[in-house]
């Protein structure tokens, strides 16, 4: 599996990413959701507006990056996902020390919604009531007894939690996990609230979906280390049968992750980076203007970064 990760970055070396590699000061790479998609262009805004620096951008998935990261093919997250990327951590930062990171985090939450529509028809309350056979065939769209729950995209190290949670759980025998892109799954929650349907998801913060709908969080026992033990493909080929996770998600952050090496190389933008602060509203406001509202990523980037202009200031400070 690492080896397949290190032919990936070495493809990015070999292809239009990796000419932004030799050319630009700074690459940054950008998963596949829309609050990283938005703070990887008001980095890059930043950057080049306060350093005078060039600014690449690099589609990824987390483990790529941070292989890029380390081999020097990328420089910048902009938001890791924790305990999400605990185990890309560990190896990165805390094996390796190649890669390093900023401690001023954005505090997110993590869980499984229904509609408050859906849990009027349904009486669904907890996530434990999914085991239920009568209570998962309520969300059955296809007519084979099981009903169905969208549990993130593929790649997404959140979805194989999810995958391991609902085996823990129970509800792996009674519910088709649903794996798609985040876009495809949000318009069937748009879709089932507008006909009157019955649905079931994961939901996070920040994000968009609860200014847009009346969100219920399933309720869990309170999240107990005891009760976790997640194991990720590239850590264990048998990583689904030797994990559990029986209780709520831990408090979830969200970091900026950069190479070690740029505090030598590029020492003004890595100071930047280990100061960058945003808050939970604030990107709940990013994720908005871009998936709701349309805006292009770039122009958005460089309006919001004139219109913070303070606070942008005060990262370089």
């Excluded at 997250?77 to 930062?93: A, I, R, S, Y």
């Excluded at 020390?97 to 009486?123: K, S, Y």
Aim: net charge negative; with cysteine.
């Amino acid at each position: 599996m690492q080896e397949r990760f290190r032919t990936l970055v070495a493809a990015i070396a070999l292809s239009g990413g990796a000419g932004a590699a030799v050319a630009d000061d700074i690459v940054i790479g950008v998963p596949n959701w829309a609050s990283v998609r938005g703070t990887a262009h008001i980095l890059k805004v930043a950057l080049e507006e306060n350093l005078g620096l060039s600014v690449a951008l690099q589609n990824g998935s987390n483990p790529v990056i941070f292989e890029a990261m380390d081999s020097g093919a990328m420089h910048v997250h902009p938001e890791v996902w924790l305990p999400n990327q605990q185990n890309l951590h560990d190896t990165f930062v805390t094996e390796k020390g190649t890669v390093t990171f900023n401690p001023h985090a954005v505090l997110a939450e993590q869980h499984i919604c229904a509609t408050r529509d859906t849990q009027e028809r349904t009486g669904i309350s907890a996530l434990s009531d999914l085991t239920d056979p009568a209570v998962a065939s309520q969300f059955d769209t296809d007519g084979d007894g099981m009903g169905e729950v969208w549990i993130g995209a593929a790649g997404w190290a959140s979805t194989n939690v999810e995958k391991i949670r609902a085996k823990t759980y129970g509800y792996a025998e009674t519910m088709n996990l649903l794996e798609m892109d985040e876009t495809l799954a949000l318009a069937q929650v748009d879709n089932a609230i507008a006909q009157g349907e019955n649905i079931v998801f994961y939901c996070y913060t920040p994000h968009h979906m609860f200014s847009l709908h009346d969100l219920v969080k399933l309720e869990e026992p309170p999240h107990d280390a005891a009760e976790w033990d997640v194991k990720q493909p590239t850590d264990d080929p048998n990583w689904l049968e030797n994990s559990v996770a029986g209780t709520a998600w831990d408090s979830t952050k969200l970091h900026v992750f950069y190479a070690k090496a740029l505090e030598d190389e590029q020492p003004a933008a890595a100071a930047m980076l280990a100061n960058v602060r945003l808050d939970t509203e604030q990107v709940n406001g990013i994720v908005y203007a871009l998936s709701v509202d349309g805006r292009d990523p770039e122009e958005f980037a460089r309006e919001w970064v004139a219109e913070h202009s303070g606070l942008v200031d005060s990262w370089f400070n």
